[in-house]
């Protein structure tokens, strides 16, 4: 060894004492080193598996405080990953300990972030227990709130330590939905924020988060009206939302849907009591069919699966044709379509221009808003006419009839906008003749 | 070469310089002087035949494949060099010490690891015509090793709330192990009076290198601050020798039927010893889920060095053998330079981590203290000297050493398959400046690419990972075109980690 024997002897005792700093440190600074979502989340999945409900919602509270985004293959730490599905868990948990309107809210919860559909069988345990869900609460159809957390009376006297007490609760009734209760919590905390004086910096954070939890509140109580057609209702509390920031984008695309479900509503004839009945709401089973063909839709459409997109919409708007969302979808997919054809037609492809103004034409005979003036509507006819016209040219035609095809496009297009006037310019000089040739009979 | 020619026959002289301002030596050659064709061929047989041979004995000490490593000196594991060693701001595995020991409190179940390592280096100098009449052919250096590089074992304890990650491991920090052959080199000398034909090779066998015992700590001091610490008892040192063959036939014009015959070979056998400790802090901060920033400093060490020389030389001219022998050895010691890194990581999406990693070395302040040589005399002669460089100086054209700088960037992507089957990709670069500047007085940087992949499933983890690193660089003042120099490595590392 040619070790010298200072660094012998001095080794282990700067190490130990480096070692023993580390250990003090980390011990005194525990409370702040609190764990992150995935060990609470590791914590809930243990306890779930030893069926310990209220430890496995315990935990899963403070995961959704951590992380509320459930995720399927979500990084952990290292090369790990997890299937984050707090929601779903959450709502089993409580489906087992008989609580179902809670279980109910979490099922839903998870149906609506929409990562359950990734697994197959969990999805259907969730559908099962959910629909038993909705027997069990039957018998009173009136929609209770969830249950109220009894808030523990602190008995610290010091108001810092209530202030933060008030905050972690609010934050807790907020990770769980309970917006009225976190909005109290809140507010007792202010209270007490304002008669301190002190926390100034407290004092915007808090007034932030109740703010943030009133829009959050009113945005879910116009969703509600929306369902329930009580439009006007739902504009103003959606307008009380937009009055404080102008900007909420949240706020803002409900209002427009909320204006187009009124609009649409208003010059839909209202239906039949029974049908009615039928597709209302308060029909959960449809409900609950429609959420997933509306989430299934959606995903579709992200990944650009127009035509199947298009039945899972069209297949919600049967079960229920008061859907703003499917309406809209459908007309993107339209629209979609309408671009392809006249792509096609220019680029002279003929037969699949042709197919793909087929398709809109398909989807404007599901959509009401075919019977409105809207350039998608008028455009899908105008080039419907035009193919139809090329084709009697070109001598391509299938019957003979195309001729007759086109002018009743035509007429049809003067019928929603009486001042429609044909882009010629656009068109073979034959084309144009036929065009400004309806277009002077229409108006004569 | 041309220089040691011109030198006065029977005559032996040693050639220092000394560096003005830190008052040390940089340089100290003994140069032996024969008639001048002798010069030549043991010039030959004993200078610039070795892989990273250099003028000073030195270089002897940490054998041929340390330089590479010297600046090179990061951590250990495939995965991380499949992202081109672009580590410190994630340190999340069973490696994390040896790259950041702030990155142990991350760590939340036990883990073992065990990584080894392949290696091939090469340096090429294409053939030189000095003049018409002097012709080099081309220097073909190649050698290989594998081994051992890295095992661990971590154990994360759980004391009420506060979680402590103590790790206990073994790393080749610097691997001497080297086994290189050269070609015959063939120098031809063509003059009016004689034409020289000149054989040499040369063969290294070198086993050993600096290993660390590191014991660390990591812990978690608040929600998104981890802290850690090392401490590397370093140790072991360098075995094994270096074999120098030439062969020459001198072929008189004047008299051609007058051959003149002349073989030589020497030997050199080398033993060293080398133990210090440093320390290792390192602190890594989660700004945000997806943003980490790591920082860690290793401290400089003192590594006592004690080293033992022997070289023989054999020589037959025209049948008369001569044999001579030298031996040296002395207890000195060495200043390892300080190190300290900053890294920073980021996950786009979940499968997906690109990290950068930039690093300097104090190498100006690392220092060959007390180096003691024997003369032609055999007397004692005490240096303190820069530490070897692969790029042959001449002694006045040696320059301090300065700082090292190192960029590292890689990304990491994790493909989930099915049944929790994870597989990821990695690649990664990285540039590398040497400490010193070559003969031309150019900065000498490498460059590096690397690439990876693995294979979890379970509680197992295979990683493996291939770096190929490359630069060129005029080895000597009297060369006429550059050394290329590549080094090709592959890592395997194996984890289990328990609990999943």
């Known amino acids: 060894m040619i070790l010298q024997k200072n660094k012998i002897t001095s080794l282990p005792a700067l190490t130990g004492f480096i070692f023993l700093s580390f250990i003090l440190i980390s011990t005194f600074t525990y409370q702040l080193n609190a764990d992150q979502w995935f060990n609470h989340y590791e914590k809930a999945m243990k306890a779930f598996t030893e069926k310990n409900w209220n430890q496995t919602i315990s935990n899963l509270t403070e995961a959704i405080r951590e992380k509320q985004e459930p995720k399927i293959n979500c990084k952990t730490w290292g090369v790990r990953f997890v299937d984050y599905l707090p929601y779903y868990y959450m709502g089993t948990s409580y489906f087992y300990l008989g609580n179902y309107e809670q279980a109910k809210f979490y099922f839903n919860k998870s149906l609506e972030y929409g990562e359950i559909k990734k697994k197959e069988n969990l999805l259907l345990d969730l559908n099962q227990k959910l629909e038993l869900c909705k027997t069990k609460l039957s018998p009173t159809p009136i929609e209770t709130p969830p249950t109220e957390i009894t808030q523990p009376e602190t008995k610290d006297s010091s108001t810092a330590a209530q202030i933060s007490q008030y905050i972690a609760e609010g934050d807790k009734f907020k990770s769980i939905g309970d917006f009225p209760s976190a909005r109290k919590e809140y507010s007792k905390a202010k209270n007490l924020i304002e008669l301190s004086k002190e926390k100034t910096n407290l004092l915007v954070d808090i007034t932030q988060k109740l703010a943030e939890t009133s829009k959050t509140e009113k945005l879910l109580q116009a969703e509600d009206l929306l369902k329930q057609n009580r439009f006007d209702e739902a504009i103003t509390t959606i307008q009380t939302v937009l009055k404080d920031n102008r900007a909420d984008t949240k706020a803002r695309l409900l209002l427009k849907q909320a204006q187009l479900a009124r609009d649409r509503f208003q010059k839909t004839p209202p239906q039949s009591p029974s049908t009615a009945t039928a597709t209302t709401p308060t029909d959960t089973g449809g409900q609950n069919s429609i959420n997933i063909l509306l989430v299934e839709g959606s995903q579709l459409l992200k990944q650009e699966n127009w035509e199947t997109a298009k039945d899972k919409f069209a297949a919600a708007l049967q079960l229920n044709p008061n859907l703003p969302n499917a309406l809209l979808a459908l007309y993107t997919i339209a629209n979609h379509y309408l671009n392809s054809g006249i792509k096609s037609y220019f680029n002279g492809d003929l037969p699949l221009a042709e197919e793909s103004l087929d398709k809109v034409l398909d989807i404007l005979g599901i959509n009401p808003l075919s019977s409105q003036n809207n350039k998608t509507v008028i455009n899908t006819y105008l080039f419907k006419a035009v193919i139809l016209l090329e084709k009697h040219f070109l001598g391509t035609a299938a019957h003979g009839n195309e001729m007759q095809e086109a002018r009743d496009f035509i007429s049809k297009i003067y019928t929603l906008d009486p001042d429609f006037q044909p882009p010629k310019q656009y068109f073979s000089p034959r084309i144009s003749y036929f065009l400004e040739r309806t277009y002077f009979l229409e108006r004569k | 070469m041309a220089k040691i020619l011109s030198g006065t026959p029977s005559d032996t002289f040693l050639l220092t310089q000394i560096d003005e301002e830190e008052g040390i030596i940089m340089k100290q050659t003994l140069i032996y002087t024969f008639p001048p064709l002798l010069v030549l061929i043991i010039i030959m047989v004993s200078v610039p035949v070795g892989l990273y041979s250099q003028y000073g004995h030195e270089s002897r000490l940490f054998s041929p494949a340390s330089d590479t490593n010297f600046s090179g000196v990061v951590g250990a594991g495939a995965r991380a060099f499949g992202m081109g060693g672009a580590f410190i701001a994630i340190a999340d595995d069973a490696t994390a010490a040896s790259w950041n020991p702030g990155g142990l409190g991350q760590l939340e179940k036990p883990e073992f690891s065990f990584v080894s390592r392949f290696q091939n280096c090469r340096t ?377």
């Open chain 2, 124 to 500: 090429l100098q294409p053939a030189q015509l000095v003049t018409p009449g002097f012709f080099i052919g081309p220097k073909d250096n190649d050698g290989n090793s594998y081994g051992f590089d890295f095992i661990s074992l971590t154990y994360p304890v759980h004391i009420g709330k506060v979680k402590l990650v103590p790790q206990i491991s073994f790393q080749r920090s610097i691997s001497f192990d080297l086994k290189t052959t050269m070609n015959d080199v063939r120098t031809m000398i063509s003059t009016p009076e004689y034409f020289q034909d000149i054989y040499a090779n040369d063969i290294q066998d070198f086993v050993g290198g600096i290993d660390n015992v590191s014991f660390s700590l990591g812990t978690k001091i608040f929600k998104r601050i981890n802290i850690g610490f090392s401490t590397n008892i370093m140790m072991n040192g360098l075995d094994g020798s270096e074999t120098s063959n030439a062969f020459a036939t001198i072929t008189s014009l004047a008299d051609p039927g007058k051959i003149y015959t002349y073989e030589a070979q020497q030997k050199e056998s080398i033993k060293s010893e080398m133990e210090g400790i440093n320390f290792n802090f390192g602190i890594l901060v989660d700004v945000t889920e997806n943003f980490k920033i790591g920082v860690v400093y290793k401290s400089s060490a003192t590594i006592d060095l004690n080293y033992d020389v022997t070289s023989e030389t054999t020589t037959n001219e025209n049948g008369v053998i001569t044999k001579s022998s030298l031996r040296y050895g002395a207890n000195s010691y060495f200043r390892w330079p300080q190190t300290i890194g900053i890294g920073l990581a980021f996950r786009p999406s979940d499968p997906l981590t690109i990290s950068v990693d930039f690093t300097s070395t104090r190498w100006s302040k690392a220092i060959l203290r007390n180096f003691l040589i024997k003369d032609i005399d055999n007397k004692d002669v005490i240096l303190d000297v820069y530490f070897p460089t692969f790029a042959e100086f001449s002694p006045d054209k040696r320059e301090k050493q300065v700082d090292s700088v190192q960029i590292r960037g890689g990304l990491e992507y994790i493909i989930i398959g099915k049944k929790n089957l994870l597989i990821p990709l990695r690649i990664g670069l990285f540039g590398d400046t040497q400490y010193y500047s070559d003969a031309a007085g150019n900065k000498v940087t490498l460059f590096g690419i690397t690439g990876g992949m693995g294979i979890k499933k379970g509680i197992f983890s295979f990683d493996i990972a291939a770096l190929y690193e490359f630069g060129n660089y005029l080895k000597s003042n009297t060369d006429y075109s550059e050394t290329l120099f590549s080094d090709f490595r592959i890592y395997a590392s194996f984890i289990i980690s328990f609990g999943k």
